[in-house]
């Protein structure tokens, strides 16, 4: 579940259909292909749970398991058509959700009791964060070292180089956060730093409907995240 307590689907379901809001002009409802020859417009229906590629465990924290969501989003009268090419212009333009032109099988109408019409396949990568486990108790004395803190650095762009602009860069490890400029560059203050015991820094990364994680080196000068699509 999420802060505001939506489940991953849900959430992965509002923040397309938000984005499908803003390409279109107008909500697009939620629900299967329409058969009234009167509707207009288009329907987004979530039509499968795809697997995505996981990431392993390290020490008690446990990741988060990813998963990608794949929704149809279809024409419903000979109006929907100007907005699936609003909707197809948007996606290939911003880049923030991947689409796929496979959705003209037969069987997939015929499940629906629908005739086929121009559609589009959009897959939203979500995925199901576990609960941190409770800290063991502290069996010896504590003892005390200072540890320095430092700014970090860098630039996340796309798979072509392409700079990525306002994405959500966080360090989980103290809650520090910020946004990407129109370079893709971000800076975060405060990094925890110990020049004796150096060690990778896990940030998380999320925007253009993705959610990653990366563990990169503080001391790196020039520091570049590259953020892409899960593969299938």
């Not at 997939?108 to 019409?117: E, I, M, S």
């Not at 392409?162 to 400029?181: K, N």
């Amino acid at each position: 579940m999420t802060t505001d307590g939506r489940g991953p689907i849900e959430t992965a379901t509002a923040e397309l259909a938000s984005w499908l809001t803003g390409a279109v002009g107008e909500p697009v409802p939620v629900g299967p292909p329409r058969t009234d020859g009167d509707a207009a417009g288009l329907t987004l229906w979530p039509l499968e749970l795809r697997p995505a590629r996981q990431t392993r465990s390290s020490g008690a924290v446990r990741e988060p398991y990813r998963f990608t969501v794949r929704y149809l989003l279809c024409v419903t009268g000979p109006a929907g058509l100007t907005r699936l090419d609003r909707v197809l212009t948007a996606a290939t333009t911003d880049g923030k959700y991947p689409v796929v032109l496979e959705a003209g099988d037969p069987p997939l109408w015929t499940a629906f009791g629908a005739v086929p019409r121009p559609a589009l396949l959009i897959d939203v990568p979500a995925q199901v964060d576990h609960p941190t486990p409770a800290a063991p108790p502290v069996l010896q004395p504590l003892r005390l070292r200072q540890i320095g803190v430092r700014a970090l650095a860098g630039r996340v762009v796309g798979p072509e180089d392409q700079p990525l602009a306002a994405m959500r860069v966080e360090l989980p490890a103290t809650g520090s956060a910020t946004r990407t400029d129109p370079d893709g560059r971000f800076v975060i203050a405060g990094v925890p730093h110990d020049p004796d015991h150096p060690s990778p820094v896990r940030l998380r990364l999320t925007g253009r409907g993705l959610v990653l994680t990366a563990d990169v080196d503080p001391t790196e000068p020039d520091l570049v995240i590259v953020c892409a699509p899960p593969t299938h």
